[in-house]
């Protein structure tokens, strides 16, 4: 064997004992960077990436992309994908507007009858899918037109907000618990928006390790007509899948509402590519079958300090979407390289 032959056999021996760990490896990168290329607290000299403020901050402002990208992480792992969770996102703060200051609901009743449309649309998309085997994207993406429509037939084309409309229960201010939503409890300093992603996630992460359909997500992902075969409600579980990742968009939609005080029909638009994004990067393949949340956690972690970081920096808007871009085809890019070399 050549010394380059060699060199080369050894690279790729770290390659693959570091694959497992390329999410945990990007975080930390983009941590350090994160140190250094960030603004300074005039008097201290500190980062102010580090502070604890800043930190609890960026939980909030991806809180909702977190969400989105739990439910993301479900359907990826089945080799499937949700285009229509932007827009799920949009009708559900819709709705839960509607229901809270137009129709004085409160907000528990609220919650639970977003989340059910969020299901019912989560459902339909799972059924097109498995029983009238239409592709993922195409299905989804009919669902993330419907969506979108509805959020504006249901608004009536405007925003949801007290006063809006004249028969509109709230007129002066928003329900209280929009407020404490978005507000740091006493003590930690989270917001319940940011609990609820936090939660959502590492229960979700239980389930899929832990669990029988978790088992189940893995074995359609990385083999799906095996499964099938092996006696697998294949059918059965992509609908529960789906119905579930718009569910969690429907969660979104009702932390969305709360942070704007309002309901916004166009809220979410393109929020689904970060939610995808988040997946990708922290290490889930798109082919299905092999991921997690944890690793999604990261991934929302990786792209929040990254746009932190551009952020602090000032960094227009134009190239930090072009720089998102740039680390989404990377990541895919990793995962095909690791699959040529299995």
Request: contains cysteine; charged residues 10%.
């Amino acid at each position: 064997m050549t010394d380059a032959q060699s060199g080369g056999s050894r690279w790729n021996r770290a390659v693959t004992a570091l694959d497992a760990y390329r999410g945990v490896a990007a975080f930390v990168v983009v941590f350090i960077l994160g140190c250094f290329f960030t603004p300074r607290v005039h008097g201290t000299g500190l980062p102010i990436f580090l502070s604890v403020q800043t930190q609890v901050d960026i939980l909030f402002e991806y809180c909702e992309y977190g969400l989105l990208a739990t439910g993301m992480t479900l359907v990826v792992l089945t080799g499937g994908i949700d285009l229509s969770v932007s827009s799920v996102l949009g009708v559900s703060a819709t709705l839960f507007a509607l229901l809270t200051i137009g129709y004085g609901w409160g907000a528990p009743q609220a919650i639970a009858a977003v989340t059910a449309c969020g299901l019912l649309a989560g459902s339909i998309n799972g059924v097109l899918i498995s029983r009238f085997r239409m592709q993922p994207f195409v299905a989804t993406l009919a669902m993330m037109t419907a969506a979108r429509g509805l959020a504006k037939l249901v608004s009536g084309g405007t925003k949801v907000q007290p006063a809006a409309q004249p028969w509109y229960k709230l007129t002066d201010n928003t329900p209280d618990f929009f407020t404490w939503m978005t507000q740091g409890l006493p003590g930690i300093g989270l917001q319940p928006a940011t609990l609820l992603f936090l939660a959502c996630i590492l229960i979700m992460a239980l389930v899929v390790r832990r669990t029988t359909y978790g088992r189940h997500l893995y074995a359609i992902g990385g083999n799906e007509e095996a499964a099938r075969l092996s006696g697998l409600r294949v059918g059965r579980v992509k609908v529960l899948t789906y119905a579930l990742c718009a569910g969690f968009a429907a969660l979104a939609g009702v932390v969305n509402c709360c942070r704007l005080d309002l309901g916004d029909p166009e809220a979410g638009f393109t929020f689904e590519l970060d939610a995808i994004a988040a997946t990708v990067i922290g290490g889930t393949s798109l082919a299905g079958g092999k991921g997690g949340m944890m690793l999604t956690l990261i991934g929302v972690l990786i792209v929040a300090y990254i746009n932190k970081i551009l952020s602090l920096n000032a960094v227009p808007i134009a190239p930090r979407m072009m720089i998102q871009a740039a680390i989404i085809v990377a990541a895919v890019l990793i995962q095909r390289q690791r699959k040529g070399q299995t």
